[in-house]
């Protein structure tokens, strides 16, 4: 019989869609699992060995989350295809992992960034992810015909979970859009292009970014913290949540409640720099 850890990364490759680093790390941990029990076969594991295992790699509880859900995802592949008859790793508990606050640029700090492109493409592409607050894939994603420059609006498809959704395209950068589009002569196809006249990557997309902080002298900023300074920014001129949740194109309300806790941490800010009262005597 062929290895089962091998075959359950073929079946994340073909069914799952999992991406090389994933493939990768899930590898690695199963076949450390597998030496470290050995000459038993791995699905022979019991929960203490699992246990063991995990104990030898101390980790961040967000690793180590991610680990007891790969032993679980394992197992569960295992009963499905019939190689196990139950999961040692059913009883193991992941740890509560908090997930980071996004990074969030001030208002002058975002204006500053969208003025310091270096051609009218990158301008227009900084204007959008910032006005738009569209995902990096969705960004280099944009046909010339998904930007509604009349309606000053952009369509999405298939954004994450293959859904479509329109979202407000402000001014700003509206008017970089018909720029590109002008100069360039864009009229159908990819919106945003590479030199070789291609679809820009999501890899350019992000170079795009992190030198237009340099320039603007603002430290490492990637796509999404545009995507987060737009929502954060938008529920502080008093934007209604479920109204950003569209924008946003989020599954969950609980995901777009984050940007709640952002601003208040915003608020609370403010008021301990400027009111009188809120600064400790000494």
């Given at each position: 019989m062929a290895d089962p850890v091998q075959r359950y990364l073929d079946y994340l490759r073909a069914e799952r869609g999992a991406s090389p680093h994933t493939l990768r790390a899930y590898g690695d941990e199963l076949t450390g699992l597998t030496g470290m029990i050995a000459p038993r076969p791995v699905l022979d594991a019991t929960t203490a060995d699992l246990?063991?295992?995990?104990?030898?790699?101390?980790?961040a509880p967000s690793s180590l989350a991610r680990r007891i859900s790969n032993l679980k995802g394992f197992w569960r592949w295992a009963m499905r295809e019939g190689l196990a008859a139950r999961s040692p790793a059913e009883r193991l508990r992941p740890p509560k992992v908090k997930p980071p606050l996004p990074r969030v640029l001030q208002v002058d700090e975002a204006s500053k960034l969208?003025?310091?492109?270096?051609?009218?493409?990158?301008?227009?592409?900084l204007e959008v992810a910032y006005?738009?607050?569209?995902?990096?894939?969705?960004l280099v994603a944009l046909n010339v015909d998904d930007v509604d420059l009349q309606e000053r609006v952009v369509r999405v498809r298939r954004g994450k979970g293959g859904k479509d959704r329109v979202v407000p395209l402000g001014s700003e950068a509206a008017t970089a859009v018909q720029e590109l589009?002008?100069?360039?002569?864009?009229?159908?196809?990819?919106?945003?292009?590479?030199v070789r006249g291609r679809r820009l990557s999501t890899r350019s997309a992000y170079t795009i970014v992190h030198e237009g902080a340099e320039r603007a002298g603002l430290p490492d900023v990637h796509p999404h913290a545009l995507r987060h300074s737009f929502a954060t920014h938008l529920l502080s001129a008093g934007a209604d949540i479920r109204a950003?949740?569209?924008?946003?194109?989020?599954a969950s309300l609980s995901t777009t409640q984050r940007y709640t806790q952002l601003d208040l941490e915003a608020?609370?800010?403010?008021?301990?720099?400027?009111?009188?009262?809120?600064?400790?005597?000494?």
């Open positions: 246990r063991r295992w995990l104990a030898q790699g101390a980790s969208v003025e310091f492109p270096e051609s009218a493409r990158d301008r227009a592409l006005g738009s607050g569209l995902r990096v894939s969705e589009v002008t100069l360039r002569g864009l009229a159908a196809g990819a919106l945003f292009l590479n950003i949740q569209e924008m946003l194109g989020h608020l609370q800010r403010t008021y301990r720099a400027a009111h009188p009262h809120a600064k400790r005597r000494g």
